[in-house]
């Protein structure tokens, strides 16, 4: 009677014991949305000058989101949430040049406004330590250029945008 009396009370102390931690998430699961399975990521909008940045960045976006995060990328509007993002600065300028005004080192910056809506075309909570509205974040980041060193336009354009894309997806994650 004693030994069923300990299992009893065993049973009923696991039992309590896991009934608490029931909507506990472990692993990269909690550094997202629960409610969100699947992002539809349209092209993104591009006022630069400079051809096929827009088609770059929505790759280069695409394939971050189903590298790092548990969502699944679709290319139908009707997906949990959407993804829009529009690409309102690209710059280049020299920061080191010769004694012959020959560039020796240039920086390529890029900007970007994204908005994450959920189904209902709801903004999904982004961090709230940023004075923005909470549907609307800016994004930006920089990548130098040195031609001596081999690097091209090309490269550096394309560096600027693989971060720019991280950042885009590290904004998914939910706040602490």
């Not at 280069?60 to 949430?81: R, Y």
């Not at 005004?101 to 900007?111: G, N, W």
């Not at 970007?112 to 923005?132: H, M, Q």
């Not at 600027?160 to 998914?172: D, H, N």
């Amino acid at each position: 009677m004693n030994l069923s009396l300990r299992l009893t009370s065993l049973a009923w102390f696991v039992l309590l014991s896991m009934s608490g931690c029931a909507s506990y998430r472990i692993g990269n699961q909690t550094l997202y949305a629960p409610d969100v399975q699947t992002v539809y990521v349209p092209m993104i909008e591009s006022t630069s000058f400079r051809r096929d940045l827009g088609e770059r960045l929505t790759e280069a976006v695409a394939k971050e989101i189903e590298l790092k995060t548990p969502f699944k990328v679709v290319g139908t509007p009707d997906a949990d949430s959407v993804l829009s993002a529009r690409l309102v600065s690209d710059t280049k300028r020299v920061t080191i040049e010769n004694q012959y005004d020959d560039p020796r080192a240039l920086e390529i910056a890029m900007a970007v406004e994204i908005t994450w809506l959920n189904r209902r075309r709801a903004p999904i909570r982004l961090p709230t330590t940023l004075a923005l509205p909470p549907e609307l974040l800016p994004v930006n980041n920089v990548s130098t250029l040195i031609p001596e060193a081999g690097q091209s336009v090309a490269t550096s354009q394309q560096q600027a945008i693989e971060r720019l894309a991280q950042q885009i997806v590290s904004t998914m994650e939910e706040p602490w």
